[in-house]
C-alpha cells in the first residue's frame, strides 16, 4: 500500500454515520434561531381548534448602513397558561429576544387560488436580552394623547 493510498478517506460504509456530537434528538423538523426585535406587542389568537396561541414578529437587519436590509419573522407559541406565556405577553414593542424554534414549510392556496409557501416557526425556547415593558409603553402612548 503507498503512502497516498493510506490518506484516502475510508469508505463511508465504513464510517460511524449516528448522531455521536449531537445531544439534540433527532427531529424531521429544521431548527432556526433568531436575534432580534419585536415589531410590536404579543397577541392571543385562537386556533380553529379553540387552543391559544400567542403570536408575535421579529425583524433582524443585516448588511452596511447605507443599504440596511430588515427580514420580518413570524412566530407562534403554543404555551399554556402560566409564566412563559406571561413572559412573552409582558413584552413590548422593540425588546430583543433571542428565539429558538422549529421551523416547516408549508404549502397552500391563496385566496385568489395560486400555490403558495410560507415559513412557520414554533417556539421552543426563548430568552429576553433588552425588555421593553408592553405597560409602560401603554402609559407612554396614553400620556401623549
Known sequence: MSFLTS???????????????????????????????????????????????????????????????????????????????DLVMGLGKGSLVYLEGDCSMNKFQGKDGTPQTALSIVQRNVEILDRRDSRAEGQAEGESA
Open 7 to 85: 490518506l484516502r478517506p475510508a469508505p463511508l460504509r465504513a464510517l460511524n454515520l449516528t448522531r455521536s456530537l449531537s445531544t439534540t434528538p433527532v427531529s424531521r423538523l429544521a431548527r432556526m434561531t433568531i436575534v432580534g426585535r419585536l415589531a410590536d406587542s404579543p397577541e392571543i389568537v385562537a386556533t380553529a381548534s379553540g387552543q391559544d396561541v400567542v403570536r408575535y414578529a421579529l425583524g433582524t437587519s443585516h448588511g452596511p448602513k447605507d443599504n440596511r436590509q430588515t427580514s420580518w419573522w413570524k412566530v407562534a407559541c403554543f404555551a399554556p397558561e402560566g409564566g412563559l406565556r
